[in-house]
């Protein structure tokens, strides 16, 4: 019997996935064997993965995409039964340092109070930058932190931390907090599955750590919207949903109006912008959260992407030039200057110091609904794409407030009804 049962999940990423198992082959560390779950993938992963390692790994296919978390269980589950005294999730876009493997389990040996042990994660894009080494949950403003998140590796941080969850892309856990907690929380089907598997494991009594000798590169971008409101969906409903199941009864009404502030910011956004179909998703996802619906979407969940371009073209046809603030927003300044671009405006842009008078000025902030200067002297675009350049623009920041408390105070009693009567199901 090998010491590690490793599974990779696998979910159309042909070309990452055998990236991926080329690297954990290239351990140091030999005493695992290898499982790989393909998800139904409709890209030829299953065949090529089976081409190109054949009796190196044991190649598990579902017949139907069962998540993140449905796809690491049927490996876990099948590992667990052949005894591995570790088991090991590595997601299929990562790669893994060829010391990574031996040392999370060197460290689990030497440190019986973890149960699990994750590697120190950085970005695949840019290698000196760390994408994540440990994660905080926050019960005061019901999220979550990532720890380092994109902070330069300078030799300067901790060997390992010990943290409120981790990542599931290269995390090994014990075989007897399996046996304790159970396998990863099915019914999220993907995104919080991790953290909340990693939450379990401290309330159980065991910690949960970063370590720092071993290391991985992970791609981003998992979580954006590029063609629908796919992981919008998940994201919202497991993020409500595991606060709902976890918040004690005093922070409750906080949990309540934090969820319906950040939800109000999500539908008001979209009624500004004309692009209603995330809003949508968001509120079905509350919907689904507050009536304890989990597992895979179910139908009208998920919607293309709609971009309303009508405020832009008003923007860009305005004027031949603008005087662009970039400040503390870089990323966002890019963002305009490309839109004009792909829209096909020749927009000359100038810096302060540099403009001919009278050019007409953006300024860049983070919510246009708290600006205070409404003389539209000057453009406000905010960093979700919000503009402040009209009358129109003026009526909907003159109303956000007022229409905030509106729909809270609409909502709360809904929020509180349901959440009472899940825990009340949960007790039961």
Known sequence: MKQIGIVICNYNKKNDALACIR??????????????????????????????????????????????????????RDAFQKGYPYLMCVDNDALLDENAVGNLLA??????????AAAKIYHREAPDYVQQFGQKIDFENFCTDVTYLNAYEDGSMPEYVYTD??????LMIRRSVIEKIGFMPEENFLYWDDTEWCYLCNRAGWKVASVGNAMALHAMG???????????????????????RYTEPGDWEAMAGTFLDSMFQIVYEGLHKGEKNRSRTVMLAYDDALHGVTGKAGENRIFTL?????????????????????????????????????????????????????????????????????????????????????????????NYNYSRRTFIEAQKPIFLQKLREQRQEMLS
């Open 23 to 76: 690297s954990i082959l290239e351990s140091k560390f030999q005493d695992y064997d290898i499982y790989v779950v393909d998800n139904a993938s409709t890209d030829g992963s299953a065949e090529a993965i089976r081409n190109a390692y054949g009796e190196q790994v044991t190649l598990l296919v579902n017949q139907e995409n069962l998540g993140g978390s449905g796809g690491f269980n049927t490996g876990l």
């Open 107 to 116: 460290f689990l040996q030497e440190h019986p109070e973890t149960g699990i």
């Open 165 to 170: 969850a981790v990542a599931a892309c290269a």
């Open 222 to 244: 998992a979580k954006k919207e590029l063609e629908n409101t796919f992981p919008t969906y998940y994201a919202w409903r497991n993020w409500i949903r595991f606060f709902m």
């Open 306 to 398: 709609d971009t309303a371009d009508g405020p832009w073209d008003k923007l860009f046809s305005a004027a031949p030039a603008y005087v662009l603030h970039t400040d503390k927003y870089p990323g966002t300044a890019q963002d305009i200057r490309d839109r004009a671009e792909r829209m096909g405006y020749d927009i000359r842009w100038y810096d302060v110091s540099e403009a001919p008078e009278n050019t007409p000025e953006i300024i860049l902030c983070d919510n246009i609904f708290q600006i205070e200067d409404l003389s539209l002297q000057k453009i406000y675009i905010d960093i979700n794409d919000c503009i402040l350049a009209s009358e129109e623009d003026v009526l909907d920041v003159i």
